[in-house]
Nanobody, 120 residues
């Protein structure tokens, strides 16, 4: 069993900052990719940022230069530092991991999401 605990969402004014955290626990051999996705009302879920176990990062164009993803492998935790927030960043943010079990099979697992609301 795998568990993801997300935290750090909330309400912030435009131009402000928030830091999301997602801690993974459970039965996995290794977490290869950790990432954040978001879904705004009436829109499809979209990638925000991902980070591999070797710290290679990937960002959506809309957040480049404003958001920073990082991870602490010892704690199996991924962070998303969000600066210069805009009202269009308002969404439910979901953590996702791709992990290997002891048989070297890959699985994806999603968190329940945390609400981020940016007021204008």
């Amino acid at each position: 069993q795998v568990q993801l605990v997300e935290s750090g969402g909330g309400l912030v004014q435009a131009g402000g900052s928030l830091r999301l955290s997602c801690a993974a626990s459970g039965s996995f051999f290794r977490i290869n990719v950790m990432g954040w996705y978001r879904q705004a009302p009436g829109k499809q879920r979209e990638l925000v940022a991902t980070i591999t176990s070797s710290s290679t990062t990937n960002y959506a164009d809309s957040v480049k230069g404003r958001f920073t993803i990082s991870r602490d492998n010892a704690k199996n935790t991924v962070y998303l530092q969000m600066n210069s927030l805009k009202p269009e960043d308002t969404a439910v943010y979901y953590c996702k991991i791709t992990y290997e079990n002891r048989y070297y099979l890959d699985y994806n697992y999603w968190g329940r999401g945390t609400q981020v609301t940016v007021s204008s």
